[in-house]
């Protein structure tokens, strides 16, 4: 039995093959292999004559008590109720034994004394597992508690391992709708908490923070709530110029992203200098930047490009065309797609004249005939015909004229 200062790992034999949980009341079948009675039998009323764990098929469908394994499992969890009992126990990591232990443990956090610690041993817990995240999120009452913590609590710590548990488990929140109703209530600073940490916190506390920022996006009225926030798209822009940490700086990404859906943030955004940061990312790239980061980064422009402002912050921006033509090719298909739309939308939709005097001396003709010839989506090859369009190739051209009919975006 492997133990740390968090979780005991439960005997392997102990664990029904089934459920995986630690068996009740185990049985053996005449293969010889144990599970859990209500497990096994479940399995054979559903009409299967197998041994779920071989496949051997059954000489027979009746099952023996196994009793040595029954006092074994019985004296084993006896030992550890005894333990969960002592004041300076542990979490047990075993749903069926650790769920009671969790329970105590958000109780305890009623208690200022205990509230750290109980939050600590928490945090730990939800680290170990997906199966230990969901275990928490079961429990009744604990989302709200974290919640309330967040909003109201004074202290770093507190602050900071609230958030850890947050996000640890957010995917496993069940009623994600009504967990970032709560989140954003007036009544409540707990986007003013993120607020401070993404201003003093260590950079793994701030992805935490961007990341629930993200997670609570989920519909218009979040993510203008969101974004309205006093400082924080400021505060955004201001980790994204000045980290150098790329994860980091993706979650910024990211965030952004998910955020800036509504056209009156996708304006602020372009109002508070998005498209010089992420140009200035753009063009710094190289060989060893994530490829993921360059996709969220043109995602971004494309995102500007689908409003006025952004569409002329961006023609105007020679530095910012040249950056997008180079990314055109040689990144992934997802970043082409993404650069391609975005040069599409402001320079053959809207004829931006500075916009296409800039891609042509970014050598985008090139680019885009190079385009034509690789094996680009439908719509990608459509978007660079019509960019081709506008410089009005000649008839002698196989790229000569004909009807557009390319709805790839349908821009603000």
Known sequence: MVKDDLCITIPSDFRCPISLDVMKSPVSLCTGVTYDRSSIQKWLDNGNNTCPATM????????????NLHRLIQIWSDSLRQRLHSPDSSPVSDAALSSDHALR????????????????????????????????????GLVPVLVDLLGNVDGDVLVAQTVRLLHLIRNEIEDKERFAKTMLKSDRNCISSLLLILRKETVELKICSVNLLEHLAIDAEAKIAIAETDGLMQDL?????SENDSALIESVLSCLISISMPKRIKIKLVHLGVI????????????SSSISMTEKVLKVLETAS???????????????????????LKVSNTATEHAVTTLWSIC????????????TKANGLTKILLLMQSNCSAPVRQMARDLLKIFRINSKSCLSSYDTKTTHIMPC
């Open 276 to 287: 010089k940061s992420v140009t200035k990312l753009l063009s710094e790239a190289n060989s």
């Open 348 to 359: 053959y939709l809207f004829r931006d004249e500075k916009a296409a005097e800039a891609l």
């Open 306 to 328: 689908t409003v006025r402002e952004g569409r002329t912050e961006i023609g105007e921006d020679s530095a910012c065309i040249a950056a997008i033509v180079q990314k055109v």
């Open 56 to 67: 051997q098929v059954l000489q027979t469908k009746e099952f023996v008590p196994n009793h």
């Open 105 to 140: 443990l958000v109780k305890r956090m009623e208690d200022d004394k205990l509230r750290a610690d109980s939050l600590s041993r928490l945090v730990s817990f939800a680290a170990q597992s997906v199966e230990n995240q969901r275990l928490l999120c079961g429990i009744d």
């Open 237 to 241: 822009l201001k980790l994204m110029n």
